[in-house]
């Protein structure tokens, strides 16, 4: 297996961010048991040394599948992950994003073109999954014939959705609610729960929050399984749907939280298998604060507040007149820190555009307030 974290510390430019994007990828593929090849991972090494680019990646991985003349019942499932993983590795390193019902189909389409004869398009058909932490029971997932106005709804939904005054648990607790629903819904044939993880990542970077990979690439199992517990029901055994699980693993996600992400404690039956011993939603170390070390980024989110505001109005905010050095010492570190962004993002130079804070503005701009 590749080295992540030693690319990912030596920091050179643009090898950081391919290496992270690699990690989360390849991670990925234990959702549904799936492994890279050594053929894969050394292509992704020449990727992240800046020797290839992604294009070269997908057809030196296409040439090597076509190339292949002996094949083991094997060979399909590593081929599927090899391929997953550098499509997601691209989508991943792109900052282009767009929250929408066209933007999470584009992105299963994208991941799954070449694999699935079906990628980027909605299931028309029931389906179950028996589930190893259900005991083999099935979470009842979305109808066939409403899975399209399931989507948009949930989407338009968090749209609307307003983050303002929420601290950081709050604003986790509505993240995993809905990441929980959107996965329910389980629009695709196959490749759902990879599908919504790099959507969610996408999504996340989108609010402000430099994401951090390596808890979807160390514990992409327990995700999932945290979805299946966050719906799944059985009132007559006693057994509720617990969005806490996935809370758990979102905290780690942007709290820097240490909790223990362990799959035996999701199982139905863990008191009974575990004699009981069951984990504490206690925190194993004290959350990040999300205020910014840099005092022009700080001064900047206290300016802007819940309010929507110009350059002249920032610059009159907080009492300054150079509008070169504010947009290089405070506004654009912001922005490139996740704390603000435009109004109008589409069109930077939009007569009307104003700035205001991102869902991670929002919330150290409350924890600056206290």
Same mark, same amino acid.
């Given at each position: 297996?590749?080295?992540?974290?030693?690319?990912?510390?030596?920091?050179?430019?643009?090898?950081?961010?391919?290496?992270?994007?690699?990690?989360?990828?390849?991670?990925?593929?234990?959702?549904?048991?799936?492994?890279?090849?050594?053929?894969?991972?050394?292509? /992704?090494?020449?990727?992240?040394?800046?020797?290839?680019?992604?294009?070269?990646?997908? *057809?030196?991985?296409?040439?090597?599948?076509?190339?292949?003349?002996?094949?083991?019942?094997?060979? *399909?499932?590593?081929?599927? /992950?090899?391929?997953?993983?550098?499509?997601?590795?691209?989508?991943? &390193?792109?900052?282009?994003?767009?929250?929408?019902?066209?933007?999470?189909?584009?992105?299963?389409?994208?991941?799954?073109?070449?694999?699935?004869?079906?990628?980027?398009?909605?299931?028309?058909?029931?389906?179950?999954?028996?589930?190893?932490?259900?005991?083999?029971?099935?979470?009842?997932?979305?109808?066939?014939?409403?899975?399209?106005?399931?989507?948009?709804?949930?989407?338009?939904?968090?749209? *609307?959705?307003?983050?303002?005054?929420?601290?950081?648990?709050?604003?986790?607790?509505?993240?995993?609610? #809905?990441?929980?629903?959107?996965?329910?819904?389980?629009? #695709?044939?196959?490749?759902?729960?990879?599908?919504?993880?790099?959507?969610?990542?996408?999504?996340?970077?989108?609010?402000?929050? &430099?994401?951090?990979?390596?808890?979807?690439?160390?514990?992409?199992?327990?995700?999932?399984? /945290?979805?299946?517990?966050?719906?799944?029901?059985?009132?007559?055994?006693?057994?509720?749907?617990?969005?806490?699980?996935?809370?758990?693993?979102?905290?780690?996600?942007?709290?820097?939280?240490? &909790?223990?992400?362990?799959?035996?404690?999701?199982?139905?039956?863990?008191?009974?298998?575990?004699?009981?011993?069951?984990?504490?939603?206690?925190?194993?170390?004290?959350?990040?604060?999300?205020?910014?070390?840099?005092? &022009?980024?700080?001064?900047?989110?206290?300016?802007?507040?819940?309010?929507?505001?110009?350059?002249?109005?920032?610059?009159?905010?907080?009492?300054?007149?150079?509008?070169?050095?504010?947009?290089?010492?405070?506004?654009?570190?912001?922005?490139?820190?996740?704390?603000?962004?435009?109004?109008?993002?589409?069109?930077?130079?939009?007569?009307?555009?104003?700035?205001?804070?991102?869902?991670?503005?929002?919330? /150290?701009?409350?924890?600056?307030?206290?």
């Amino acid at each position: 297996m590749i080295d992540f974290d030693s690319y990912i510390k030596m920091g050179e430019p643009g090898g950081k961010e391919r290496a992270e994007a690699w990690k989360t990828a390849i991670g990925l593929q234990a959702v549904d048991g799936l492994k890279t090849s050594e053929y894969l991972n050394e292509t /992704a090494a020449k990727h992240i040394e800046g020797d290839i680019t992604i294009d070269q990646v997908k *057809d030196l991985i296409d040439t090597y599948y076509q190339s292949k003349t002996a094949r083991t019942p094997e060979d *399909d499932d590593v081929e599927e /992950a090899d391929k997953a993983s550098a499509n997601i590795a691209r989508i991943l &390193n792109e900052p282009s994003f767009t929250f929408s019902l066209h933007g999470l189909t584009s992105i299963h389409k994208r991941i799954f073109t070449g694999i699935f004869k079906h990628a980027g398009v909605l299931r028309d058909y029931e389906i179950s999954k028996k589930e190893w932490v259900l005991d083999g029971a099935s979470v009842s997932y979305g109808f066939a014939f409403e899975l399209q106005g399931a989507l948009a709804h949930d989407i338009q939904r968090e749209r *609307d959705f307003n983050y303002t005054g929420m601290d950081m648990s709050e604003i986790v607790k509505h993240i995993a609610q #809905f990441t929980s629903d959107i996965w329910q819904i389980h629009p #695709f044939c196959e490749g759902n729960t990879r599908t919504t993880a790099v959507f969610i990542i996408k999504y996340l970077r989108s609010l402000g929050f &430099n994401v951090n990979n390596t808890t979807f690439e160390k514990n992409s199992w327990y995700f999932r399984n /945290a979805l299946v517990r966050a719906n799944y029901q059985n009132l007559q055994k006693g057994i509720y749907k617990e969005t806490i699980h996935l809370e758990r693993f979102f905290r780690n996600l942007l709290m820097g939280e240490d &909790n223990a992400l362990m799959n035996r404690y999701l199982h139905i039956k863990a008191k009974e298998l575990l004699d009981g011993a069951t984990p504490t939603s206690t925190p194993t170390s004290t959350p990040t604060s999300l205020i910014p070390g840099n005092e &022009n980024i700080k001064r900047l989110i206290e300016a802007i507040g819940e309010n929507q505001l110009s350059v002249k109005e920032m610059l009159v905010a907080v009492g300054l007149k150079d509008r070169p050095n504010f947009l290089e010492y405070s506004l654009s570190p912001a922005m490139n820190e996740g704390y603000v962004r435009m109004l109008y993002p589409d069109s930077p130079r939009h007569p009307r555009q104003k700035y205001l804070l991102t869902v991670k503005g929002l919330a /150290a701009y409350k924890e600056i307030k206290g």
